[in-house]
């Protein structure tokens, strides 16, 4: 017994060549030395020993005792044994008849019980019984190996006699060189696996096993050789039943399990040796694999390949799918697998002393120690690396083949994905569970499934997800056709073009299925780790790619980390670890390499198509997406509504989706859909910043500036409206204010979160600064520069500017319901409807036009239509001055017509409030109180004048009592609006009716010169409405102080005033008086126009005097002065006053007389 005990401990390493059916000419040379061992000699010693007693097979077997005593001789042949010879003639070539072991391989290869005889069968297994336990074959072994045995020097040293020899040439199979000794032990490892009974050591294992199992007998002779394999296939099956933990697993004993093995791995290299797989698949066999030679477990995995295919019967795919999970409990079961990576194992050192056997040896440690290896640039060779693609491709394609799955996922598989096995469908059944797309799922069972894609590691090569190959190979061709196939790019290429036409439904899902695992371990996709794995160590102390390290962060952080440090530098605020206090900031050592955060740039691009896709973002916002975002279920949406309800979610779900925008604003591209909708814009107008955009935010605020360009298309206005909506929730989300203002925004306005109330703040400070002449402006250039781009960016959409919008929603749903939101529009409609606005909007839309004529840069519709007009006219005006320079060169032939539209409506806007004219403000801020105060007395708080004030000041300006400043103020406001009455608001508001009367012709000109105001003041006496009479009345009275604010007369009369007042400056009615005096001096020839004019301008203050008395002695003296009859009018009031000066004279001499002698009494 001691001589076969290491026969089997030795045959565990053997790598078995292919069992080849020998020609007779090499029968002849086996058979020739196998005779002189073929009359055993066994006294009893060894196993079996009542079995191999001829005496004892003779009495089991009536007839069979002449047969066993005839083996005695040395020419003894099975052909002449009567039991057999039947069967013989029937199913053997008659040329094999003469060699024992031709006739034996010929005989024990039959697919069915009942094709040999009962007898038959008994008498070759007591043969091949003899065989294997006859020391004698050791001799041969000696002849037939012998200049194989001088040199293998393992095998030379064996002490002969003990067995040895025969267990050192089957270990040392693969480096036989001698065709004939290594078809002598091919035959003999044949012999004795066609029966486990003749296994030496399998029986003491397995004896209690096989009963508990109920695997069959387990006496000899009991059996046929054709049941033999089944008792081990029954085994084989007991212990895939024990590693999955099913329900009613018997626990095998470890000797048995190791037996088991040991079995497994010596029929590795030819499926004959396993006699139940031979039998289940020998016609699948023919119909797959006709032409694939037998050994070296070509067979094997021939049939893998095919094992889904539609014609493999049940019980070969059975058979096989054992096999492969035995394969998966010790690769050595694996005759390719193991020779192939035999020195890289070595060589990599993936065989630890100290690690447990059953771990070292299970199929997944190998892989994922191989693949780190690979990962880490380490030389494997190819016939390795293709060999664990093809089993990474197997655990792909059956879930079943890795225990833990089946343990753990038992439910999810259940009440999910049955009835879906082949060809890797239940896998991805459990990847779409394991995405949360179909309910909830056992963390068990995600851990597992997490463990398997690690394993096969399909990102480092598509095609090793077959399903995924299958569902995408028409993309692939299509999108993907410049990549080499088999590529890693290849995923990303798919990535890429998620979502686009080129996408085909089956491929997302299988996509977006395997995509979720690998976005949750950074080391899965192999092209971010080649160019990170340094980065990683330095920066993230992380593992190796198959290493565990307590200290070591998780492989789900990594990337987190990675992209904190792609977009996070120390200049921006983060304050790196120094190991001691002073001690100097190697910046270097504390960013990204530039290959590295390319990488991370590109993950971060493919993660932003799919929440699910982030770990940390739906691991903290799982609850959030259910609560806000349940219907959003297109690309993109779930992300899109996290941002909308940022100030609802929980506090780990708003920092996650805060610290993702924040993202997105340094680096746009981030979003791949909204680049996608947006790639006809940036090709146009973006390119460079986008061909060379690094961190700054450039892309997006090229997009927003050309937001309204006809290139521009609805999906991507859209997604760049939404991007600016979302980024005045917090100012950290627009990137470049961030950068420009954050040192300003500690020290000014501590505390403040929102962009708009940053913004706010900012420019408020701003202004108070330059209102008081501070001697240093408390805001910084930089940040000054940024804050007027937010302004301007605010002022282009009412949703930018979310107080002004939520204070005006009703009014936009009642009076711009049909405009569309963008370009300002919405804001223009509020301020041309502003009399019907509410008290709350019409105070906001007042605020805002009152900062926008302070700084017309902050109009938008301003600047956009004006645009290329401020180009012409303004290059050398400061920004607060555009919109005087603008009014200065309206009307030069020059002004697009657009522009002069616009120019108009902000004068209007200006004079209906001087507290819209800046300018004005400051040049009357004495005059207005002074004349004013009870028109400023009687407006209620935050109400519009409606030019109350401007009229006012007009009217002093008629009596010349302003300043200087003001009264130059007043008369250019006073010439504009002489040229358009709409410039007046008052004549405006109380005319309307009457020029729609007497002057609708005039009113409806395009151009507007005066017509309208000649129009009414020519028709005055017809006039109704007292209002706009006395509106009339202003203007006529006006006109006396200033030629130039009566535009009809000016032009009628600007020859003589040339010829005949031209010494006489402009203002204060003094031109105007000298035209008088031309018109009474019969010596001067005016022109007839001109007199024309004169003469009904006489007779329109004649009769102003008559309706309209003066209210007041100012009015009075005005009304003198300015009258035509001015020197006889000054001469009678002088006689007056002189005669009243000698009446009291007079009068007063003679009371006092009087009084003087009632004294004297």
């Not at 013989?88 to 094999?96: A, D, F, I, M, N």
């Not at 780190?372 to 083949?401: I, K, T």
């Not at 402006?777 to 000054?784: G, I």
Request: proline letters at 3%.
């Amino acid at each position: 017994m001691a001589d076969c005990i290491r026969v089997p401990l030795l045959l565990l390493l053997m790598c078995i060549l292919s069992s080849v059916h020998p020609t007779r000419g090499e029968n002849t040379f086996v058979s020739k030395h196998a005779a002189k061992a073929e009359i055993p000699q066994n006294p009893g010693g060894g196993p079996l020993a009542a079995v191999a007693n001829p005496a004892a097979a003779a009495e089991k077997i009536p007839g069979a005792g002449a047969s066993v005593l005839r083996k005695r001789n040395t020419g003894w042949k099975l052909a002449e044994e009567a039991v057999c010879r039947d069967d013989l003639t029937r199913l053997c070539p008659k040329h094999s008849w003469s060699n024992n072991l031709a006739v034996l391989e010929c005989l024990q290869d039959r697919k069915e019980d009942s094709e040999i005889a009962t007898e038959c069968n008994h008498l070759l297994w007591n043969y091949k019984l003899n065989l294997t336990t006859d020391p004698k074959f050791e001799s041969v072994a000696v002849e037939v190996c012998k200049s194989t045995i001088s040199e293998i020097k393992e095998c030379a040293a064996e002490e002969l006699g003990k067995g040895y020899l025969m267990s050192c040439l089957v270990d040392h199979r693969g480096n036989i060189s001698d065709y004939h000794c290594k078809q002598y032990v091919t035959k003999m490892t044949s012999i004795i696996f066609s029966d486990f009974h003749l296994i030496c050591g399998f029986m003491d294992s397995c004896h209690d096993d096989i009963n508990s199992l109920r695997c069959g007998s387990i006496s000899t002779g009991e059996k046929d050789v054709h049941s033999q394999g089944e008792v081990i296939a029954c085994l084989e099956k007991g212990l895939v039943r024990e590693a999955e933990e099913q329900p009613g697993a018997h626990p095998i004993k470890d000797d048995c399990k190791k037996a088991i093995m040991r079995v497994a791995e010596l029929s590795s290299d030819d499926f004959h040796l396993d006699r139940y797989l031979f039998f289940a698949c020998r016609d699948d066999r023919e119909r797959f694999c006709e032409n694939t030679l037998a050994g070296e477990g070509r067979v094997y995995k021939c049939l893998f390949n095919h094992k889904f295919e539609e014609a493999m019967s049940e019980r070969c795919r059975e058979a096989l799918t054992t096999r492969q999970k035995l394969i998966a409990q010790d690769y050595k079961v694996s005759y390719s697998l193991a020779r192939a990576c035999k020195a890289d194992l070595r060589k990599n050192r993936c065989s630890a002393d100290s690690m447990p056997r059953a771990r070292e040896a299970r199929l997944s440690y190998l892989l994922l120690c191989l693949e780190s290896a690979v990962h880490r640039g380490r030389p494997v060779s190819g016939e390795c690396q293709g060999e664990m693609m093809d089993y990474r491709r197997m655990l792909m394609e059956d879930f079943s083949l890795s225990p833990e799955i089946v343990l753990h996922c038992r439910t999810e598989i259940e009440g999910h994905c049955s009835g879906l096995h082949r060809k890797g469908r239940t896998l991805h059944c459990l990847l779409r569970v394991g995405r949360g797309d179909m309910g909830a799922i056992d963390i068990m069972c995600q851990q597992a499934l997490q463990t398997l894609i690690q394993e096969a590691d399909p990102g480092a090569d598509y095609r090793i997800d077959r399903a995924l190959n299958e569902a995408c190979e028409s993309v692939i061709q299509t999108a993907c056709k410049h990549i080499r196939n088999g590529d890693p790019m290849i995923l990303s290429c798919l990535m890429e073009h998620l979502y686009t036409e080129k996408m085909v439904e089956d491929c997302e899902h299988r996509l977006l299925e395997l995509q979720y695992f690998i976005a949750r371990d950074w080391k899965l996709d192999p092209i971010l780790y080649r160019k990170c794995q340094g980065d990683a160590a330095r920066l993230c102390y992380t593992q190796g790619w198959n290493e565990t390290n307590e200290n070591a962060i998780p492989s789900g952080a990594v990337f987190s980390c990675l992209y904190r440090h792609a977009y996070r530098s120390v200049e921006q605020g983060r304050r790196p670890f120094t190991e001691a206090p002073g001690a100097e900031i190697d910046t270097v050592a504390l960013t990204l390499s530039r290959d590295c955060k390319v990488e991370v740039q590109r993950i971060l691009h493919q993660r932003a198509l799919d929440v699910k896709l982030d770990p940390e973002l739906q691991r903290q916002c799982m609850a959030d997406l259910g609560k806000w975002c349940s219907e959003k279920t297109e690309a993109g949406q779930e992300l899109e509504c996290l941002q909308d309800h940022l100030e609802n979610l929980a506090v780990g779900c708003r920092d996650v989706v805060g610290n993702l925008t924040a993202l997105e604003s340094e680096d746009i591209q981030i979003d791949a859909l909204l680049m996608r909708a947006c790639e006809p814009v940036i090709q146009t107008y973006c390119h460079e910043v986008a061909d060379n955009q690094i961190d700054t935010g450039e892309l997006m605020d090229c997009l927003v500036q050309n937001k309204h360009q006809k290139e521009m298309n609805e999906k991507c206005a859209v997604g760049v409206t939404h991007f600016q909506l979302i980024q005045i929730k917090d100012f950290r989300f627009s990137y470049k204010f961030k950068t420009a203002c954050k040192e300003d925004v500690l020290k000014l306005c501590p505390n403040i979160k929102k962009k708009v109330d940053v913004v706010i703040c900012l420019s408020t400070t701003v202004r108070n600064d330059t209102l008081q002449d501070a001697k240093e402006q408390r805001v910084s250039v930089k940040c000054r520069k940024q804050l007027r781009v937010e302004e301007v960016e605010m002022s282009e959409d009412i949703r930018l500017d979310p107080e002004l919008y939520d204070s005006c929603k009703t009014d936009i749903t009642k009076w711009c319901q049909t405009v569309t939101f963008g370009n300002a529009k919405v804001i223009e409609c509020l301020k041309e409807n502003k009399r019907q606005l509410t008290q709350r909007c019409h105070q906001r839309i007042f605020k805002l036009q009152e900062d926008e004529m302070v700084d017309p840069e902050l109009d938008y519709q301003l600047m956009k239509v004006c645009k290329h007009m401020i180009r012409r006219f303004c290059t050398e005006s400061e920004g607060k001055n555009i919109l005087q320079c603008l009014k200065q060169n309206k009307n030069s032939e020059l002004m697009d017509p657009k522009c002069k539209l616009m120019i108009t409506r902000r004068q209007i806007t200006q004079n209906s409030d001087y507290r819209l004219n800046p300018v004005l403000r400051k040049a009357c801020k004495a005059d207005i109180p002074k004349f004013c105060q009870p028109i400023l007395t009687k407006a209620m708080a935050d109400s519009e004048l409606e030019g109350q004030v401007i009229s006012c000041l007009k009217l002093k300006y008629a009596d010349q009592r302003l300043s200087t400043d003001c009264e130059d103020q007043i008369r250019i406001i006073l010439q504009e609006a002489a040229l358009d009455y709409r410039l007046d608001p008052q004549l405006h508001m109380h005319c309307t009716q009457e020029i729609s009367r007497l002057c609708a012709e005039e009113a409806a000109a395009q151009e507007q010169t005066g017509q309208v105001e000649e129009c009414l003041k020519v028709n005055l006496l017809k006039l109704k409405q007292d209002g706009c009479k006395k509106e009339v009345l202003n203007l006529l009275k006006e006109s006396k102080a200033d030629i130039f604010v009566d535009p009809v007369l000016h032009t009628a009369c600007a020859l003589d005033i040339k010829h005949q007042c031209a010494a006489i400056p402009p203002g204060k009615g003094r031109q105007m008086s000298c035209l008088m005096e031309a018109l009474q001096d019969k010596r001067v020839r005016l022109q007839p126009e001109c007199k024309k004019r004169l003469q009904d301008r006489i007779d329109m203050w004649s009769y102003a005097a008559k309706v309209a008395p003066a209210e007041g002695f100012s009015d009075l003296a005005m009304q003198v002065m300015t009258s035509p009859s001015k020197n006889y009018i000054l001469t009678v009031i002088g006689a007056a006053v002189t005669l009243l000066f000698l009446m009291g004279l007079l009068c007063g001499r003679f009371t006092r007389r009087v009084t003087q002698e009632l004294k004297d009494r």
